[in-house]
C-alpha cells in the first residue's frame, strides 16, 4: 500500500472523480491541502478574489456541461462561512458542487481557536451533507461519499471540512484502485408512465412544464421527441429554459408572476392538462393562487425527489424518477401508441398556441434616449446567436430579460433562479467560461448585482477568461423600487449621486468604466440605442483580442416597470409599458406579430 497524507489522497480522489478545475483562495489551515494540489498535479485551480465568488465559480462551472462537478476551496473560520452563499444557491437549484474548507487542528476546534468555527453545523441546512473529518483515515471515504452523494437522486452540494493536522496525517491510500462508489437514481416503471400518458390521452389541451431536472439529467432530446410524438406543446420552467428551442413550434413560452410571456400565461390558462417533469412548481412560476393555477386542470408531477411529490400542492398522479429515466419511457410508450394510431390529433391545440404566440408580444424596440432597456434586449438579439450562453442572477434585468432574449439550448440559460444572490453573475459567467473556453459566454447584469463582487473580474484579467458582460445602469436597485409601489414608498433604493472624478456622469454616480479598466478588462458605455449593435459586437471583438472579460455599459432612464403581477396571480400580469401593435414594435420576437 502507498503512504501519503490524507490531504493528497483527497487530491488523488478529485482526479479519480473526474476533477479537472477547481476554485478558492489559500489560507494557513487549508495550506496542506493546495500543497498536496501541486504535488499531485491534474487539477487548474483558478484563484478567486473572494472566497464567496470561488463558490460561484464553482456553481457556474457545473452548470455550464453535463457530469461536470465544480469544487471550491477555502481556509477555515470566513472561508467557510462566505461560501455558504454559494451552497444555498447550489442546493437550491440542485446543482453538485465540493466545497472544501481548512479548520483548526481536532485538538483546538472546541477551544474557540483563531478561526474555528463549527462550519459544518452552519452548513448542514444548505448541503446534502457537511462533515468535519476528524480521524485521516477516514478522509478518503467520506470524499467518496461525497461524490456519490452529489451526483445521487437529487443533486446538490457537500462540504468537507479538514483539520488542518487530519490533512498532514499519513495514511495508506492506493489511487490506483480506488473506484466511484455506483450513483443511485430513481426510476420510473412502465406501469407508471402508461398510467401518466392515459391522462394525456384523455386531455384536450394539455401541455408538458419542463423543469431543470430535464437539464440536470441530459434529457432534453428526449423531451422534444416526446412532446413532437404526442403534439404536446411545452412550457419550459425559469431553471427549464433551452429544454426546447424557443423557435420550435411546441414551445409554448414560459408561465409565471415575472419571467414570462404573455402568450406563455394565456395558452397555460387554456390548457386542461400538465405534465410536470423535473420542477419545483416554484412561485415565481405558478403564482401564490394556487386555485388560479390549478383551476379546471389535472396534473401529473414526475420528480427525481421523493418529497417534492405533493409538496407544493397534491398532483393527481405522482411518479418518483430521474427525468431520463421517465422521458425514456415515455418515448418508448408514445412511439407505440402513434404505430397503433391511438395519439390523438393536436393540430387545433397547438395552431391556438402559435396565433396566441404572434399576437401576444411586448414591444422591444424604443428610440428613448436615455435607453429603455427592452431596446438592449432587442439588440442583444441580434448579436448573439443561439449558441450563446446567457448567465444572469436577479433583478429588473434578469426578469426582463427572460421575457425578451431567446434560448435555444439546455445550459445555455444559466441562472440562479431560487437564491437570487446580487453579486453572483462575474463569478459564474467566469466559472461557464472556464468550463467551455471556446462559448460566446454573454453575463447580464444591473448596476447593483454589477457591483456586489466585481472584484472577480480581475480573475478574468488575471487568468484569461473572456466573456461579454452586459451591465444596465439606472443607478437604481431597480426590482425593490418597484416592489415599493404598492407600499407607497421609494424608500432607500436610489444609488445615484454625483460623482467629483466623473462629472460627465451626471447623477449615475459610479464610473464603470473606470472601475473596469482598473481591474485590467476592457470597457464601453453606451448611451445611445444606435450604438448597441457596434458595441456588442465590438465587446466580442475585444475579448476574443485580449481575452479578458469584456463589460459593455448601456445608461438607461431611471424607471422602467418591468410587467409583472401585482396580485401574485398569473391571470393578472401588470404590462406597465406600450405592448407591440405592429410588426416593427418587436422585431426579434421569435414570430413576426400578426395584426
Given at each position: 500500500m502507498a503512504r501519503m497524507t490524507a490531504a493528497r489522497a483527497a487530491v488523488e480522489i478529485l482526479k479519480r472523480e473526474g476533477v479537472t478545475n477547481a476554485f478558492g483562495v489559500p489560507g494557513a489551515a487549508i495550506n496542506p491541502f493546495y500543497r498536496a494540489l501541486k504535488e499531485g498535479g491534474g487539477i487548474d485551480h483558478t484563484l478567486a478574489r473572494h472566497v464567496e465568488g470561488a463558490s460561484h465559480m464553482a456553481e457556474g462551472y457545473t452548470r455550464a456541461n453535463p457530469g461536470n462537478i465544480g469544487v471550491c476551496i477555502g481556509t477555515s473560520g470566513p472561508a467557510g462561512t462566505d461560501m455558504i452563499t454559494g451552497l444555498y444557491s447550489a442546493i437550491g437549484d440542485s446543482i453538485p458542487i465540493l466545497c472544501?474548507?481548512?479548520?483548526?487542528?481536532?485538538?483546538?476546534?472546541?477551544?474557540?481557536?483563531?478561526?474555528?468555527?463549527?462550519?459544518?453545523?452552519?452548513?448542514?441546512?444548505?448541503?446534502?451533507a457537511a462533515t468535519t473529518v476528524l480521524e485521516a483515515a477516514q478522509v478518503p471515504g467520506v470524499f467518496q461519499q461525497a461524490f456519490h452523494l452529489?451526483?445521487?437522486?437529487?443533486?446538490?452540494?457537500?462540504?468537507?471540512?479538514?483539520?488542518?493536522?487530519?490533512?498532514?496525517?499519513?495514511?495508506?491510500?492506493?489511487?490506483?484502485?480506488?473506484?466511484?462508489?455506483?450513483?443511485?437514481?430513481?426510476?420510473?416503471?412502465?406501469?407508471?408512465?402508461?398510467?401518466?400518458?392515459?391522462?394525456?390521452?384523455?386531455?384536450?389541451?394539455?401541455?408538458?412544464?419542463?423543469?431543470?431536472?430535464?437539464?440536470?439529467?441530459?434529457?432534453?432530446?428526449?423531451?422534444?421527441?416526446?412532446?413532437?410524438?404526442?403534439?404536446?406543446?411545452?412550457?419550459?420552467?425559469?431553471?427549464?429554459?433551452?429544454?426546447?428551442p424557443d423557435d420550435h413550434e411546441l414551445n409554448a413560452g414560459m408561465v409565471g408572476l415575472q419571467t414570462s410571456h404573455r402568450y406563455g400565461n394565456a395558452t397555460f390558462l387554456e390548457s386542461d392538462f400538465v405534465l410536470g417533469i423535473g420542477n419545483r412548481w416554484a412561485n415565481r412560476h405558478t403564482g401564490y393562487k394556487l386555485d388560479v393555477y390549478r383551476q379546471g386542470r389535472k396534473f401529473v408531477h414526475v420528480d427525481i425527489e421523493p418529497t417534492q411529490i405533493g409538496k407544493i400542492f397534491p398532483p393527481d398522479y405522482g411518479i418518483t424518477s430521474d427525468a431520463k429515466a421517465a422521458l425514456e419511457l415515455f418515448v418508448e410508450v408514445a412511439r407505440e401508441l402513434k404505430a397503433a394510431g391511438r395519439l390523438p390529433d393536436r393540430s387545433a391545440w397547438i395552431a391556438s398556441h402559435l396565433e396566441r404566440k404572434s399576437t401576444l408580444l411586448r414591444r422591444t424596440h424604443f428610440d428613448n434616449v436615455p435607453m429603455k432597456p427592452q431596446r438592449v434586449y432587442e439588440e442583444m438579439n441580434k448579436a448573439f446567436g443561439p449558441e450563446t450562453r446567457y448567465v444572469t442572477t436577479i433583478g429588473l434585468s434578469q426578469i426582463a430579460g427572460a421575457q425578451m432574449l431567446h434560448v435555444y439550448k439546455p445550459r445555455h440559460w444559466i441562472n440562479c433562479g431560487q437564491a437570487g444572490p446580487l453579486g453572483w453573475t462575474i463569478p459564474a459567467a467566469l466559472g461557464v467560461s472556464k468550463a467551455d473556453p471556446e462559448a460566446q459566454v454573454v453575463a447580464l447584469s444591473g448596476d447593483y448585482d454589477f457591483q456586489f463582487m466585481l472584484e472577480e473580474l480581475a480573475v478574468g484579467a488575471q487568468h484569461k477568461i473572456p466573456y461579454v458582460h452586459v451591465l444596465v445602469n439606472n443607478a437604481y436597485l431597480g426590482l425593490i423600487r418597484q416592489a415599493q409601489i404598492g407600499l407607497d414608498i421609494n424608500f432607500q433604493v436610489n444609488l445615484e449621486f454625483e460623482n467629483i472624478n466623473s462629472p460627465e456622469l451626471g447623477v449615475y454616480g459610479v464610473d464603470h468604466i473606470k472601475v473596469v479598466e482598473g481591474l485590467g478588462c476592457k470597457a464601453i458605455r453606451v448611451t445611445e440605442p444606435d450604438q448597441l449593435l457596434p458595441a456588442f459586437e465590438e465587446a466580442k471583438k475585444l475579448a476574443a483580442e485580449y481575452r479578458v472579460p469584456v463589460v459593455v455599459e448601456a445608461i438607461l432612464e431611471r424607471v422602467t416597470n418591468i410587467a409583472m403581477s401585482k396580485t401574485a396571480d398569473i391571470s393578472d400580469v401588470t404590462e406597465f409599458e406600450e405592448l407591440a401593435t405592429e410588426p416593427g414594435h418587436a422585431p426579434t420576437a421569435i414570430r413576426t406579430l400578426k395584426v
Open positions: 472544501i474548507t481548512g479548520q483548526a487542528p481536532v485538538s483546538v476546534i472546541h477551544k474557540e481557536d483563531f478561526q474555528a468555527v463549527d462550519i459544518a453545523s452552519i452548513a448542514k441546512p444548505v448541503t446534502k452529489m451526483r445521487s437522486g437529487r443533486p446538490g452540494p457537500v462540504l468537507i471540512d479538514l483539520p488542518i493536522d487530519v490533512q498532514l496525517t499519513e495514511i495508506e491510500f492506493d489511487p490506483e484502485t480506488y473506484e466511484p462508489l455506483p450513483v443511485y437514481k430513481p426510476a420510473a416503471t412502465r406501469a407508471q408512465i402508461e398510467k401518466a400518458i392515459e391522462f394525456l390521452l384523455a386531455s384536450e389541451r394539455p401541455l408538458i412544464v419542463a423543469g431543470g431536472g430535464i437539464i440536470n439529467a441530459d434529457a432534453s432530446d428526449l423531451l422534444v421527441e416526446f412532446a413532437e410524438l404526442t403534439g404536446t406543446p411545452v412550457i419550459p420552467t425559469l431553471m427549464g429554459w433551452g429544454t426546447i
